[in-house]
């Protein structure tokens, strides 16, 4: 039988989980991570964990799904930010270091 209440809990679920993708992809094109907050990713992970910690207690499916599937997504932008920070200071240094030459 169709329940509404948790079709809207997985279809919440979904446009949590999912409204990181755009961040994601914006940031994997152009490599610059400088306006992502490490604050704000870190208050959001620990505010993930919590509430999987919690959804996994209480036994809330369409809650702890979006919420691991959001934690990976914050994982994911912590790993490209490390990644293109060290990328663009390596960048940087080059372009330095060529212009001195010249």
Known sequence: ???????????????????????IHRS???KDMDDI??????LLIIALLMS??????MNLPPVYISTFLELIFM???IIMKIMYTDYN???TKID???????
């Open 1 to 23: 039988m169709f329940d509404i209440y948790e079709f809207c809990g997985y279809s919440a679920g979904i446009f949590f989980a999912s409204s990181l993708i755009p961040q």
């Open 28 to 30: 994997y094109i152009t």
């Open 37 to 42: 907050s490490c604050g704000w990713q870190l």
């Open 52 to 57: 999987l910690v919690y959804s996994i207690h």
């Open 75 to 77: 994982m994911t932008l």
């Open 89 to 91: 200071k390596i960048d």
């Open 96 to 102: 330095d270091d060529t212009s001195e030459i010249e």
